[in-house]
C-alpha cells in the first residue's frame, strides 16, 4: 500500500469540515422557514458527517499501524487536522444560530482554544530547544478529543441542557487535563535533553 494512503484519509478528514459547515447552515435556513422534516434531515446529515470524520480519525491510524506505514510527519499532519476539524465545530457552534442549535459557552470555546494554543506554544518551544518533536498521541489527548467530539455531536442532534452541559463540562475539564499531561510531557522532553548534553 503507498505510504501517502494515511495521509490522504487525513485530508479528506479536514475537507469534510466545509461540508458539515454547509449542511449545517442549511439546516439553519430550514429552521427559519419552518421547514421541520428539513431541520430534521439537517441534522441526521450533519451527524452522518461527524460520524465519517471520527470514523477517518480511526482508519487513518489504523491503516498507518497495519501497513507500517506511520511517520513523524503523518502524525503531524493529523494531530493538526483533528484540531482544525476541532476548531471549526466548535467555531461554528460558538455563534447564535437562533433554536436550529444551541449555541456553545464561551467558557466551552475559550478552553478549546486556550488548549490548542498552549500546545502549539509548548511543540515550537521543544522545537526550538531539541530541534523535532514527539508527536505521538497520548491517551489524555484521546480523552480530550472523544469528549469534545461528544459535546460537538450533541450539539449538533440539539440535545436538551441536561444532556448537553454535562457534556461540554467533560470535554473543557478533559482540554484541562490535556494540557497539563502535554505539559508534563513536554518538560519530560526537555529534561531528558539537558541529561544527555551533560553527558557528552
Same mark, same amino acid.
Given at each position: ?13 479536514? @475537507?469534510?469540515? +466545509? ?42 491510524g ?37 433554536? @436550529?442549535?444551541p449555541?456553545? +459557552? ?11 494554543l ?6 515550537l ?9 514527539? +508527536?505521538?498521541?497520548?491517551?489524555h ?5 472523544g469528549?469534545?467530539? @461528544?459535546?460537538i ?6 440535545? +436538551? ?12 475539564l ?7 499531561g502535554?505539559i508534563?510531557?513536554?518538560?519530560e ?5 539537558? @541529561?544527555?548534553?551533560?553527558k557528552?
Open positions: 500500500m503507498p505510504g501517502w494512503v494515511p495521509n490522504l484519509i487525513s485530508v479528506a478528514r479536514l @475537507a469534510l469540515l +466545509p461540508v458539515f459547515l454547509v449542511m449545517a447552515q442549511e439546516t439553519v435556513a430550514a429552521f427559519a422557514s419552518g421547514e421541520q422534516q428539513d431541520v430534521v434531515r439537517g441534522r441526521v446529515s450533519c451527524t452522518a458527517v461527524l460520524v465519517l470524520i471520527w470514523l477517518s480519525d480511526l482508519l487513518d489504523y491503516v498507518a499501524r497495519r501497513f507500517d506505514l506511520t511517520s513523524k510527519a503523518g502524525a503531524i499532519l493529523d494531530a493538526i487536522i483533528d484540531k482544525l476539524v476541532q476548531l471549526g465545530l466548535v467555531t461554528l457552534f460558538a455563534f447564535d444560530h437562533g433554536a @436550529a442549535f449555541t456553545m +459557552p464561551l467558557w466551552f470555546v475559550a478552553s478549546i482554544y486556550g488548549r490548542d498552549v500546545i502549539l506554544y509548548g511543540s518551544r521543544v522545537r526550538q530547544l531539541k530541534g523535532e518533536i514527539d +508527536p505521538s498521541h497520548r491517551f489527548g484521546r480523552l480530550s478529543t469528549c469534545v467530539l @461528544a459535546a455531536l450533541a450539539t449538533t442532534l440539539s440535545a +436538551p441542557a441536561s444532556w448537553l452541559t454535562p457534556l461540554l463540562v467533560c470535554g473543557s478533559s482540554s484541562l487535563i490535556s494540557v497539563v502535554y508534563q510531557v513536554g518538560r522532553q526537555v529534561r531528558q535533553l539537558g @541529561a544527555n548534553q551533560g557528552k
